[in-house]
């Protein structure tokens, strides 16, 4: 069930009256049933495998806190991990591994026959797992009690909004909210309304509508040359962010409506002026955790500088592979890591984000935030192709033409609908504009309070431009197939 779908539409006003309907003490029963429904949705058979996880993982915590000595809960806290790890790497990095493995041998001349499976990947598999795998740790670790009530905590990990696409929630977080006290008010559903309103706009306005653009070269990126290329490249890299942030939008949106607050997953990344930021920024549930659970267990910045290096490389080379099994998004991972580490040894002193905060935003500011665009930009380019040659030959080629650049720039915008590619450019700078914002300030909030015939004359214009604009082919979210 998309958010995108005439289902949902239906599906989450029945879920709302529902759950403010139903006595206090029986609220998360009916988020833990409309939590499976909407998952089930999906593909029904699947639903065992998050059985599976949450029951292990559920269980694995109980007897921990059963046993006294630390080895027993060591065992137990493995044995829920490795469980968890186990039944992720069947579905999403079996034949990746077997690939590897069967061309390792063949170097040797050995011949193997790779074995099968067409399995479909379990939607939201990689978000659901990672939750359970910090539960578990935290847990082991004492810096949550367990939860009893296995009803609560399969709520917990199964609450939908942020199910199939985070954001990855901690447990300190979430999981006290699925049985509180919870009153409904207005103010705090027009927000959630609002920041729907919001998600759905880089969804359906900017994201669906560049995909068009993007799709169309890197489907046959050996047809296109030149800034062609760039624009592409460009395109994705607005359209990853729109869909990516637009679905953690309407998912704490959602879950505002429900008087439950999930964690922030985006903080303007395209105005950060250096990699280590922009990863503070972006998907922040997800950069938390791999630092939170592997980063500073393999010794952070607490270390030599070598090791400093390794672990940085380590950890966002993992990362990559969580977003998917094919080398393109370990390179991905791995220049991301490698950036980090040329920054920490170029400019040893700068603190990242909190420097960038209190730094005055002249034209230097700019600048750094300029380049450090064009450096994502250019790794999004690993993430959206194909393959890794794929990759390369953008690259190569992106210079071609350049000799006379007002040809190479025409030449380039002619490769696609001029028409359409005029309609982004206020879409695309009402995105600027609000994310630019955002750095100071929550925009929703100022927005609410402007004299009210200047606000509504805002969200008239709003509207009539999702209308216009928005594409209702009902995409699936990007970020469904990791």
């Keep these: 069930m998309l958010f995108n779908s005439l289902a949902f539409a239906v599906f989450l006003p029945l879920v709302f009256l529902i759950y403010w309907a139903a006595p206090q003490k029986y609220r998360y029963i009916v988020l833990l049933i409309s939590s499976y429904y909407f998952y089930m949705s999906w593909n029904a058979k699947y639903v065992v495998l998050i059985l599976f996880t949450t029951g292990i993982s559920y269980l694995c915590a109980v007897w921990m806190e059963k046993f006294q000595k630390r080895n027993a809960k060591r065992m137990l806290m493995a044995g829920a991990v490795a469980a968890s790890l ?18 390792l041998l063949s170097s040797f001349a050995i011949k193997l026959h790779p074995v099968t499976l067409s399995l479909m990947l379990p939607v939201g598999i990689s978000f659901y797992t990672f939750q359970t795998l910090s539960y578990v740790i935290d847990v082991y670790k004492g810096e949550v009690e367990a939860e009893h009530n296995f009803f609560k905590y399969a709520a917990f990990i199964s609450f939908f909004p942020q199910l199939v696409a985070g954001p990855i929630e901690r447990t300190k977080n979430l999981l006290p909210q699925i049985d509180c006290e919870h009153r409904f008010t207005y103010e705090k559903g027009s927000y959630g309304m609002k920041l729907m309103a919001w998600g759905f706009f880089k969804k359906l306005v900017i994201a669906d509508n560049l995909a068009v653009f993007v799709d169309k070269v890197f489907e046959d990126a050996g047809a296109y040359h030149g800034f062609a290329l760039v624009l592409a490249v460009f395109f994705f890299t607005l359209q990853i962010y729109c869909d990516f942030s ?15 607050d999930l964690m922030t997953n985006f ?27 592997v980063y500073i267990p393999l010794g952070g910045n607490r270390v030599s500088k070598f090791r400093n290096v390794f672990n940085v490389l380590a950890t966002f080379t993992l990362s990559g592979l969580w977003h998917g099994a094919a080398f393109t998004y370990v390179i991905w991972g791995g220049l991301h890591g490698a950036l980090q580490c040329v920054e920490n040894l170029l400019f040893p002193k700068k603190k990242g984000i909190v420097r960038a905060e209190i730094e005055k935003r002249g034209p230097v500011w700019w600048l750094k935030a300029a380049f450090v665009f064009c450096l994502v930009a250019g790794a999004w380019c690993f993430f959206r192709a194909s393959s890794v040659s794929q990759a390369l030959y953008i690259f190569a080629h992106m210079k071609d033409g350049l000799g006379h650049p007002v040809s190479y720039i025409l030449s380039g915008i002619r490769a696609f609908d001029t028409k359409a590619l005029k309609q ?7 995105l600027a504009v609000y994310d630019y914002a955002a750095l100071d300030r929550d925009p929703l ?12 004359a805002l969200y008239y214009a709003f509207l009539l431009m999702v209308l216009l604009l928005a594409s209702f082919n009902s995409q699936e979210f990007v970020y469904f197939q990791f």
């Design 424 to 430: 982004m450019i206020v879409p695309v700078a009402l």
């Design 86 to 103: 186990l039944v992720l790497f069947f579905f999403k990095y079996f034949d990746f591994a077997q690939n590897i493995f069967i061309r």
């Design 267 to 293: 903080k303007s990344p395209y105005f950060s002026t250096s990699v280590k930021e922009f990863w503070r920024r972006w998907h922040i549930s997800l950069s938390s955790w791999f630092k939170d659970y």
């Design 445 to 456: 909030v100022t927005i609410g309070k402007l004299p009210s015939p200047v606000r509504k």
């Design 246 to 260: 637009g679905y953690s939008d309407i998912a704490i949106g959602t879950a505002k409506l429900f008087d439950i």
